[in-house]
């Protein structure tokens, strides 16, 4: 199944920062039953694209080599709904990294206006804990992610390039 | 930092870690039992007070994952031999296991997760850090 809920980064630093968009569009098969006649993104989802541009910063800072999982959401917060045609801007920034995890602030904007706030904890576990876990032992770091990765470093580039010019 | 300063900054983490009030932690309350931790939690816990105490808590040294691992040394018909006592005392100096001891059942091992246990090992961990500091 396709899950990734970013459509592309916007700026990547590692250790630190990473913003991502996505936009939404009517045709995004959510918008049908979700909520008829009133086309809004499910919060959860919003909370995915966000753990998502947040999460590649935890997994980066230890080069992928461990599995991170979504562990828990402390805080999360929405002032208002996402509707479709508009785009949302994801800004995360890395507040803690230890042996245990990271810790993951995260804003989501419709331009200038912010719209919903979380704070995400991935935790680090071994491969034992993933099986118990999420019943999978290849579950966090997949194609799909490591495409993102290459997304997110095509991003990392481009402030350097523009500085050069 | 007092004891009972340390309490107050552990139980205020657990507060936040776990959604419990803060009448709910004594230091006696059990993290699994009395407070309702999950596997997860141990994670989140261990995370907040690094943070919250500036320190750096090395995999297993709190809370020591699958401390046995089904070693027929360690655990016989489900009770936790001599041997095992020591490996425990070992891997969890923290611990108060005069209660445990009494009746050392593998199922009792979660009740040595206790604000206790982690308020010593802060207290500890503290005064090791200033002694390195001094």
């Known amino acids: ?165 | 930092m007092t004891r009972d300063d340390i309490f107050k900054k552990v139980a205020a983490t657990l507060v936040e870690a776990l959604n419990v009030d803060e009448d709910q932690v004594t230091m006696a309350s059990t993290l699994q039992g009395d407070l309702g931790a999950e596997s997860i939690d141990f994670l989140d816990i261990v995370f907040r007070l690094e943070r919250e105490f500036s320190i750096k808590i090395p995999r297993n040294e709190l809370f020591p994952e699958s401390i046995f691992q089904g070693d027929p040394d360690f655990v016989k018909d489900g009770k936790v031999t001599a041997k095992g006592l020591s490996e425990l005392k070992a891997k969890m100096p923290y611990a108060d296991l005069s209660a445990f001891e009494k009746n050392p059942t593998l199922e009792g091992i979660s009740d040595l997760f206790t604000v206790n246990l982690i308020v010593s090992y802060i207290e500890s961990k503290l005064a090791s850090g200033a002694k390195a500091a001094a």
């Open chain 1, 1 to 165: 199944m396709r899950w990734i809920w970013i459509d592309r980064f916007v700026s990547f630093e590692s250790g630190k920062s990473a913003m991502a968009v996505k936009n939404l569009s009517l045709a995004e098969d959510f918008f049908a039953d979700h909520m008829p006649g009133y086309p809004v993104m499910p919060a959860p989802l919003i909370l995915e694209g966000l753990a998502q541009t947040g999460g590649i910063l935890v997994g980066d800072a230890n080069n992928f080599t461990k599995n991170v999982v979504l562990a828990k959401i402390g805080k999360a917060s929405f002032k208002r709904d996402a509707l479709a045609g508009e785009s949302l801007t994801y800004t995360t920034t890395l507040l803690q990294m230890s042996e245990v995890g990271g810790l993951v602030a995260g804003t989501v904007h419709v331009g200038d206006e912010p719209i919903g706030e979380a704070e995400i904890f991935f935790a680090h576990v071994g491969p034992e804990q993933l099986k118990e876990l999420t019943g999978s032992d290849n579950f966090v770091f997949t194609g799909n992610l490591q495409k993102m990765l290459g997304l997110a470093k095509a991003a990392a580039k481009k402030p350097e390039a523009s500085g050069a010019a």
